[in-house]
């Protein structure tokens, strides 16, 4: 079956202990990218990569690092998590360009719950 | 930076009733997609629209482009209690270095009560 693998589902960790969520794709797709959910806020992008060891900031990467060392797998890691951190966490793949039309349809995982107390 | 304006966030309707969705920017996109999600899952694709006024058809549910590829609308006829959920526009930019990514809207927020 296609999918999107993130874990943890749900996390609750201390103010500056470093974590790691992990993301995982058997799709064989080349984008992939980090996106966070706030209440009235709609998803917004923290990281993304378009391949193996290419990686950039999406909207709003501060507090994050992100690493590419295979093509399934893209983790997003938290150095020292603050409370503001405090979010559910996508991760998603986007099959390759198709011609003309480049194809940006995001397949997105179950999404890590965060909480930083 | 682009943005979406999604509205309404929050519609609470009864079931056989009809309702839309908006989306709307001041930036051109190459596509727009319509996503939803339910409770503890991640969003999932309902459409793509490509071309400028395009309009897809998916059951009861009514997907418009613009002209000018700068906004869309979701059409449901008739909903039922399944359609509950949120709702999700997301416009994807295909220039340059923003390869791939999608802008969001901030959601709407459906409840169809029976």
């Known amino acids: 079956e296609a999918q999107v693998t993130q874990n943890p589902r749900y996390l609750i960790t201390v103010t500056g202990k470093k974590l790691t969520v992990t993301c995982s794709q058997n799709m064989n797709h080349e984008y992939m990218s980090w996106y966070r959910q706030d209440p009235g806020l709609g998803l917004r992008q923290i990281y993304y990569s378009m391949n193996v060891e290419v990686t950039d900031k999406g909207d709003v990467p501060e507090g994050y690092k992100v690493s590419r060392k295979e093509k399934r797998n893209f983790p997003l890691i938290l150095e020292s998590p603050s409370p503001n951190q405090t979010s559910l966490y996508f991760c998603a793949s986007s099959p390759p360009n198709r011609g003309r039309y480049i194809n940006t349809e995001a397949f997105f995982g179950q999404g890590t719950r965060l909480t930083v107390v | 930076t682009q943005l979406l304006e999604q509205s309404p966030q929050f519609l609470s309707i009864q079931e056989g009733e009809n309702l839309t969705v908006y989306c709307n920017s001041s930036s051109v996109f190459s596509s727009l997609q319509w996503y939803r999600q339910e409770p503890g899952e991640g969003p999932v694709l309902l459409v793509t629209?490509?071309?400028?006024?395009e309009v897809k058809k998916l059951k009861r549910l009514t997907f418009q482009f613009g002209d000018a590829r700068k906004d869309s609308s979701l059409h449901i006829t008739a909903a039922q209690p399944g359609d509950t959920g949120l709702y999700l526009c997301?416009?994807?930019?295909?220039?340059?270095?923003?390869?791939?990514?999608?802008?969001f809207g901030q959601g709407t927020i459906l409840t169809v009560h029976p």
């Open positions: 629209v490509v071309t400028g006024g």
């Open positions: 997301a416009g994807a930019d295909a220039g340059g270095t923003s390869y791939g990514k999608l802008t």
